[in-house]
């Protein structure tokens, strides 16, 4: 700790630290959280002069205290887009990822999340020579994946396919706890790893359902833990971070119309309200991502991958002799964007184009 003296600062002479040691205030750190108004009286100084003795002490500490606004358009200073290099995609998020953003892709099995992040990966590697790093809960990542998406695209070299595959690192992880270890550790590494932008965790649903019946208490308070983890990683070392979510349909029992958005809305009505009505229950199902509101409530940017509807019979196409390989992503959540808002992509040999 700094010990109060009159070399700190002019105004500081022999008078002002005798009397401030008398109540105890020895340090510039003790000084400095001492209320001003207190000051004053104490030593008969100004409050403006005293604003300028406490802003002069933070500067000697390498501390300069800023206001909400200022730490506002710091961040987002600090934020930029990176484009995707789908474009499609790209023109739907206004120009690509936020830096410093929380994404968390959803849809069903099959659906194409993982050749979404993967192609994301593979173009930012390539293109702005950014590391990715992914952590593997399901322990079926593939490296022949992305070397058969480098080998298709004919511009590429052996040596920068060799650079591209070094550039994406992956480590398993088969708990909660164990991915909360390896966040904190990430965070103590991240100054050393300055390339590292891109930050995937697929997926986060099965490392959550592990937790059932009465440990779904700690399941919420890891959830917590992890989310701050990930918002600290994604804002101070403006990386972007992707979550792999699935997604389920779910069916409700309601007295509303079939597709009454309150009825998907309260999931968890009360069942004596249900027996009170006359009129006959009807159900409406929908698809809802995995974690459940919480989750929601904390990325900032929530993308849906689905296959395309066949315009005939409003089905999703799933016949094994003509697989599609359209896809369409939608916008379900953003602090940036319109929601509700989509575009078609389609799988290729060379990635998501």
């Known amino acids: 700790m700094l010990k109060l003296c009159t070399l700190n600062h002019a105004m500081l002479s022999d008078r002002v630290v005798e009397v401030l040691k008398e109540k105890n205030i020895v340090t510039v750190s003790e000084f400095l959280h001492t209320d001003s108004n207190k000051l004053k009286q104490l030593l008969n100084i100004d409050l403006i002069d005293l604003g300028t003795l406490k802003k002069d002490l933070w500067s000697i500490l390498g501390i300069l205290p800023i206001n909400g ?46 050749q979404l992040y993967t192609t994301i990966a593979v173009n930012w590697a390539t293109n ?28 590429l070299g052996a040596d ?22 390896l966040m904190r550790r990430l965070l103590d590494q991240m100054s050393s790893h300055p390339k590292v932008k891109l930050l995937v965790i697929d997926s986060l649903p099965t490392l959550w359902f592990l ?11 890891n959830l917590a833990i992890l989310a701050d983890l990930l918002r600290k990683l994604a804002v101070e070392y403006s990386i972007a971070v992707i979550t792999i979510n699935i997604e389920t349909r779910t069916t409700f029992v309601g007295f509303g119309c079939a597709g009454d958005k309150s009825a998907i809305d309260d999931a968890n009505q009360n069942e004596m309200d249900l027996m009170n009505q006359t009129e006959s229950p009807k159900t409406t199902s929908a698809l809802l991502p995995a974690l459940g509101k919480h ?48 575009c078609m992509v389609h799988l290729t040999n060379t990635g998501i184009t």
């Open 69 to 114: 606004l200022q730490h506002y358009n710091i961040l987002i200073n600090q934020s930029n887009y990176i484009p995707t290099g789908i474009k499609s995609l790209d023109e739907l998020l206004g120009g690509g990822v936020l830096s410093g953003g929380l994404i968390d892709i959803c849809g069903l099995s099959g659906s194409g999340k993982t």
């Open 128 to 155: 702005d020579d950014i590391h990715t790093f992914v952590v593997d809960t399901k322990g079926d990542f593939s490296g022949d994946r992305i070397n058969r998406i480098l080998l298709s695209r004919d511009e």
């Open 160 to 181: 920068k396919r060799k650079h591209i595959m070094r550039n994406i690192k992956v480590e398993k992880c088969n708990s909660p706890f164990k991915l909360i270890a």
């Open 211 to 221: 937790f059932h019946g009465n440990k779904r208490s700690l399941n919420q308070r």
């Open 295 to 342: 989750w929601n409530s904390i990325c900032s940017l929530r993308l849906r991958i689905e296959r395309k509807l066949d315009s005939t019979n409003s089905k999703s196409i799933f016949t094994t002799t003509e697989p599609s390989n359209e896809r369409i992503i939608r916008i379900l959540k953003s602090n940036q964007n319109q929601t509700d808002i989509h």
